[in-house]
């Protein structure tokens, strides 16, 4: 049985290979990218899908792994696998090289996140709650997702962008002894369990288009990866050509984005419990699209900063406000399959806008374009509304209980792979 060491050292773990993981990203690979191969925004939309889909790759075989041979087992070999990818990218002399490279450092890294998000189930005992070992281990992530841009910001200042990747394998390899030395038991695994992972895939499809709420909470959810999703080739840009600065901003200004994140997820518990709602979800989908307006809206590192604070907080409040919803209108034994398929559906709107950034950007600007695609995703939100308003005054007919909010729950940050 698990015991409270066992938990300390599983949320160390998950704050190293975060922290690291997490400066490598937005220092080490935007970096190199923008600022060393001074790519376009072709050359980065191109990083950014073959990056997503090696991740979406790496999650699916993550997850059945998981299930065969338990969580410390599989973030132990992922973490020690993941050491020769970190440290294998700072090698890279072109574009090209360096998408193959971080590809895959995001395939061997995928499982870190799946295996560090199954660990909570194993570390229970009784008069431990599942919500507070899920909040310790979740507020150690968004904890080092503040550490690890300012880290890197840090190093690129006085040191080479590759002691990046030295430093994210070498938390890694930490990370992996820390695991070593939990105990936990995996139960035996049931036989009958064995069904092929695409037929399971297809019946969460079927879960959540069936259900009209299940299916809003998923498709609005998705309009903020939409938004998003033009960051992931642009925003680099964004700091190089229209701000005029260097590769460590980018680093400071991801820290400060982080602490609204968390200052977010605080917030949640202490709101009104209306806003656990479609509508309340649905308001916060148009806050977030307005906040690429905050973010990107002037070109001015303190008011970048200040932007990028107060549209993380919105951030922070929303994802675990969309897990909530998720949770509660799921049917008994289809969280699971349900949660897959709203990640499947956040990865798809990730990587959609990627196809047609670099055009827009050309043609528009790269600021003009970051902020149109969350204008759009705030008009669309706003648009779907009134199916917020019915699918609210149909749950107050048929309440299904009180959901409590699981303490402080940081948001999945919706670029960085490796959490």
């Known amino acids: ?38 790519a376009d925004p072709t050359e980065l939309a191109t990083l950014m899908f073959a990056l997503s889909v090696a991740s979406i790759l790496g999650s699916l075989i993550a997850g059945v792994l998981v299930d065969r041979y338990g969580p410390r087992k599989v973030l132990m070999a992922a973490e020690v696998l993941f050491v020769p990818a970190a440290l294998a990218v700072p090698f ?27 660990f909570a189930p194993f570390l229970m005992s009784p008069g431990r709650s599942l919500e507070k070992i899920n909040s310790w281990i979740e507020g150690a992530g968004a904890v080092a997702f503040v550490v690890g841009p300012a880290v890197g910001a840090l190093i690129v200042t006085y040191s080479d962008v590759g002691l990046v990747f030295v430093i994210d394998a070498a938390t890694s390899l930490v990370a992996a002894v820390l ?4 105990s936990i038991r995996v139960p035996e695994r049931d036989p009958s369990d064995g069904r092929h992972p695409f037929t399971e895939l297809k019946k969460g499809l079927t879960t959540v288009y069936a259900s009209r709420s299940l299916r809003y909470y998923v498709l609005t959810g ?20 229209v701000v005029g600065t260097g590769i460590q901003a980018m680093g400071w200004m991801n820290a400060i984005f982080g602490l609204g994140f968390v200052t977010g997820a605080v917030l949640l518990p202490r709101l009104p419990k209306d806003i656990i709602s479609a509508r309340g979800l649905g ?9 690429t307006a905050l973010y990107v809206g002037w070109p001015d590192l303190r008011v970048i900063a200040l932007g990028g604070f107060a549209w993380a907080v919105v951030i922070g409040v929303l994802e675990p ?24 559906h956040r990865r798809v709107g990730e990587l959609l806008p990627l196809a047609f950034a670099p055009t827009l950007a050309v043609t528009f600007g790269v600021q003009a374009t970051l902020i149109g695609g969350g204008l759009v995703a705030t008009a669309v939100a706003l648009v779907t509304l009134p199916v917020a308003f019915g699918i609210d005054r149909r749950a107050r007919l048929e309440p299904a209980g009180d959901v409590p909010v699981q303490g402080v729950r940081a948001a999945d940050e919706p670029i960085s792979p490796n959490p």
């Open 92 to 118: 890279a002399e072109t574009m090209v090289q360096l998408t193959v490279l971080v590809s895959i450092w995001a395939f061997v890294g995928a499982p870190v996140v799946t295996a560090g998000a199954s």
């Open 222 to 241: 998705m309009l903020v990866w939409l938004a998003f999703g033009a960051f992931g080739a642009l925003e680099p840009l964004f700091f190089r050509d």
């Open 283 to 291: 308001s916060l989908v148009a806050l977030t699209g307005l906040g």
């Open 1 to 38: 049985m698990a015991g409270q060491r066992d938990i300390y050292r599983v949320v160390a773990a998950r704050f190293l290979s975060r922290a690291g993981s997490e400066a490598a990203f937005f220092v080490g690979v935007w970096g190199t990218a923008a600022f060393v191969m001074d």
């Open 179 to 182: 695991v070593a030395r939990v």
């Open 321 to 344: 406000l969309l897990r909530t919803l998720l949770h509660r209108d799921s049917p008994a034994g289809t969280i699971g399959r349900v949660q897959g398929t709203a990640e499947i």
